[in-house]
């Protein structure tokens, strides 16, 4: 037994050390592709469930790798954010989003942001003076956090939104429902969205029916007493699209209506400027 345990151990640092190796690799493929800026947004449209009417898009950070093809944050994100790359990534994927809305007139964008790059030094007025340059409309812009974010450092968030908010730039609130919850702290900051996590939209259907749908209940409850809009994430059918709009939820965002695009196709699609 004792023999056995040393081979499972043996074998456990193995792996270890391909799993180490492989980042590595990884995190020297990722500092070659942002000396050749290989990240490029691919952009989603987020709809008015009533009508589908096309309000905004979420921008999606895509990876144009030599080998493997776009590769979606999945595979890469982690080890952009441990590294501390991200805010490199970040960066030449937000000047690629404000030449595209430039280019593109319409509604809004929204950007993701991680939380360790929303709380780093000068990142309002970066954001803000990257779409001045591009000449786009701050009112155009805005930005997609967790509630994690929020709640790293509290007075500190507020006044980085609120510096935002003041030039135009609105915040969405990522993921609602799968991070603290604590609903009481919502109404300290100005939040403009909250995006309903798609676990709970595809919960609507599923085993945990009841739970998500008192869940979803809730979100939409609270956010129509504090006043802020309400975007269901991850709408892939109408019977999800239906029972959204019958809970009160104004928009949504889904394979539904649009899988993410390449800027490209992207382009193509009429994005009408409807106030919400
Ligand atoms: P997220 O912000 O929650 O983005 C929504 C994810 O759901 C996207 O995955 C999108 O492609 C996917 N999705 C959209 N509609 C559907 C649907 O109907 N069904 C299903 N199953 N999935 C759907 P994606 O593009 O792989 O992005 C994953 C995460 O990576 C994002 O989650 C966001 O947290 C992060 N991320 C994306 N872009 C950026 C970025 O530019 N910067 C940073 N820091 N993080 C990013
Ligand atoms: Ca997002
Ligand atoms: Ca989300
Ligand atoms: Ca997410």
Redesign the pocket.
């Known amino acids: 037994a004792k023999a056995r345990g040393r081979d499972r151990s043996a074998l456990f640092d193995e792996e270890m050390r391909a799993e180490a190796m492989r980042l590595l690799d990884l995190e020297a493929d990722l500092r070659r592709a942002i000396q050749r800026e290989a990240f490029e947004?691919?952009f989603?449209p987020i709809v008015r469930l009533t009508d589908g009417a096309v309000v905004g898009h979420?921008?999606?950070?895509r990876w144009k790798h030599e080998l493997h093809g776009w590769l979606?944050?999945?595979e890469f994100?982690r080890v952009c954010e441990d590294s501390g790359l991200?805010e490199q990534v970040?960066w030449l994927?937000y000047r690629r989003v404000v030449a595209w809305m430039a280019a593109n007139p319409g509604g809004y964008v929204s950007?993701?942001?991680?939380p360790r790059?929303f709380h780093a030094e000068d990142f309002a007025e970066r954001l803000l003076r990257i779409a001045d340059e591009a000449g786009v409309d701050p009112h155009r812009l805005r930005i997609?956090i967790t509630e994690g974010a929020l709640l790293d450092d509290a007075p500190r968030a507020a006044r980085i939104l609120g510096t935002l908010r003041a030039q135009g730039v609105l915040a969405q609130l990522?993921?609602f429902g799968t991070g603290f919850s604590a609903l009481s702290y919502l109404h300290r900051f100005p939040i403009q969205a909250l995006k309903i996590d798609?676990s709970f939209i595809a919960g609507l259907a599923g085993e945990s029916q009841a739970e998500s749908l008192a869940l979803v209940r809730a979100i939409l409850a609270l956010a129509g007493t504090l006043g802020i809009d309400t975007i269901g994430?991850?709408?892939?059918t109408q019977q999800q699209r239906q029972l959204l709009c019958e809970l009160g939820c104004a928009y949504g965002?889904?394979?539904?209506f649009g899988?993410?695009q390449p800027i490209k196709a992207a382009a193509g699609t009429p994005a009408p400027l409807l106030l919400p």
Request: aromatic residues 4%.
């Open positions: 947004p691919h989603q979420e921008a999606l950070l979606p944050p999945s994100l991200i970040d994927l950007i993701n942001v991680s790059h997609e990522d993921d798609q994430e991850g709408v892939e965002q889904g394979y539904l899988r993410p």
